[in-house]
């Protein structure tokens, strides 16, 4: 079970905006999130960093925000290479220190 | 450009230990530019944090593992590689390695992943 919590799956039509939410109780305290899109047999790829910046080389349709003890990630313009798995992360405390969480992912389906 | 690339047995038997090594080209293991971290994925499940090593010394694993783990480094040959003591059935993944940013700790280059089985 994640300490961060994904909707299973999100859909949308080709052109269309989806958003993909977060949520847990490591957001709130002020962490982090950051967002990954794994395509099918693929390693996981850096697509929003720091709750809502983007790295060199990923569109502007795809956007991040974060708001209490939720996040979210937003694609418009949906085309179908968006379909794919995506990741949210960020941050929990233990007795041990601060460690990297994962939610349990969303499969994002273009119809 | 950095590039990471997994590597190690495919198969691995229960109770015993699992060895990865992650080998860096186009930058240094000994890089104080970031941090670097290893990520599993059981196959058709979610990812997984195993652990982050930070500076080359300092390591923060994943408490749910149990104390199983060993994250080091090689800078001789510009190597990271992880142990996994007595492994089971749960320990079978897509395991990769990636770097971590210094000032948010994202993972922002991963290695292609190398899929470890635990069978007898």
């Known amino acids: 079970q994640s300490v961060l919590t994904q909707p299973p799956s999100v859909s949308g039509a080709p052109g269309q905006r989806v958003t993909i939410s977060c949520t847990g109780s490591?957001?709130?305290?002020?962490?982090?999130v950051h967002w990954y899109r794994q395509l099918p047999g693929s390693a996981p790829k850096l697509l929003i960093f720091d709750n809502n910046s983007r790295p060199s080389g990923v569109p502007g349709r795809i956007s991040g925000s974060k708001s209490g003890t939720s996040a979210s990630l937003a694609i418009s313009g949906l085309r179908t290479e968006d379909e794919a798995d995506y990741y949210c992360?960020?941050?929990?405390?233990?007795?041990?220190?601060?460690?990297?969480?994962f939610g349990g992912g969303t499969k994002l389906t273009v119809l | 450009q950095l590039q990471l690339q997994e590597s190690g047995p495919r198969l691995v038997k229960p109770s015993e230990t699992l060895s990865l090594t992650c080998s860096v080209s186009?930058?240094?293991?000994?890089?104080?530019?970031?941090?670097w971290g290893w990520i599993r994925q059981p196959p058709g499940k979610g990812l997984e944090w195993i652990g982050t090593l930070y500076y080359g010394e300092t390591t923060f694993y994943n408490p749910s593992l149990g104390g199983r783990l060993t994250i080091s480094v090689d800078t001789s040959k510009n190597q990271m590689s992880l142990k996994v003591n007595s492994v089971t059935a749960a320990d079978t993944a897509v395991y990769y390695c990636s770097t971590q940013d210094l000032s948010d700790s994202s993972h922002d280059h991963w290695g292609q992943g190398t899929l470890v089985t635990v069978s007898s």
């Open positions: 490591s957001i709130g305290a002020g962490n982090h």
């Open positions: 186009g930058g240094s293991i000994s890089s104080t530019d970031n941090y």
């Open positions: 992360q960020s941050y929990d405390s233990s007795p041990s220190g601060s460690h990297v969480v």
